[in-house]
């Protein structure tokens, strides 16, 4: 079974901080890593993935295989990063389906 | 190039009843996933369609049942509705069923309540 964990529902931070968002996966093949975003009245999309390896909008997130971590960083917190942010992982399986946590709430203060 | 695209908006049933949700995949998209939403929580995988054909399911009844068209649009049929079934129902397409880092292209979701 596959399973994503976002532990903190709710994470506040001011402006110019570093942020970190926590996502913990359990899988035991070789899991796909993503995080998702929804901003305010916009649907969900796809922010970075693991394998690629890139930064996005500031953003990047690093596989912790030992751990089973795939946190979400980014150093300094802009308003603008305010949204939902969803860790998912694709597994095993022909459909690839996306399993995702339960989302964590950022909200950047002026 | 045309996103992805859902309807209705939102649905309002009672205990009992059937409803069928529809979505419009991306230009080019050949692959459609259905997601559930419960208030709080994150997307939960209900089924994918390819080529017209189921290819893969997660853990829903079986009231929960979909469609592909040719063109690859899609319906969500759910029948014998549910309290439960409350939910934003989110459609994904994606192009193919095997690339490693398929991307999935999300609509806006219908969002069913059921009284």
């Known amino acids: 079974a596959q399973r994503v964990t976002q532990p903190e529902k709710l994470l506040s931070v001011f402006k110019g901080a570093p942020v970190e968002l926590k996502c913990n996966y359990s899988y035991s093949g070789s899991p796909e890593l993503f995080w998702y975003v929804q901003y305010s009245r916009q649907r969900l999309q796809l922010l970075l993935r693991h394998i690629s390896r890139e930064s996005i909008k500031g953003f990047t997130a690093d596989l912790n295989k030992g751990e089973t971590s795939f946190h979400l960083k980014k150093p300094f917190a802009q308003e603008e990063d305010s949204a939902m942010y969803y860790c998912?992982?694709?597994?095993?399986?022909?459909?690839?389906?996306?399993?995702f946590g339960s989302g964590t709430q950022l909200t950047v203060l002026p | 190039e045309t996103g992805v695209t859902q309807s209705p908006t939102h649905l309002i049933k009672t205990r009992g009843q059937q409803v069928t949700l529809r979505c419009s995949s991306q230009s080019g998209h050949n692959t459609v996933s259905w997601y559930q939403q419960a208030l709080g929580q994150g997307p939960q995988f209900i089924f994918q369609y390819y080529r017209e054909e189921e290819n893969g399911r997660g853990n829903f009844p079986p009231r929960f049942s979909g469609l592909q068209f040719p063109n690859y649009s899609s319906e969500l049929n759910v029948n014998a509705l549910e309290l439960d079934d409350s939910a934003l129902y989110l459609c994904a397409s994606s192009f193919s069923i095997a690339p490693k880092y398929n991307e999935q292209f999300f609509g806006p979701g219908t969002r069913l309540t059921v009284l």
């Open positions: 998912a992982l694709s597994g095993g399986g022909s459909a690839r389906q996306l399993t």
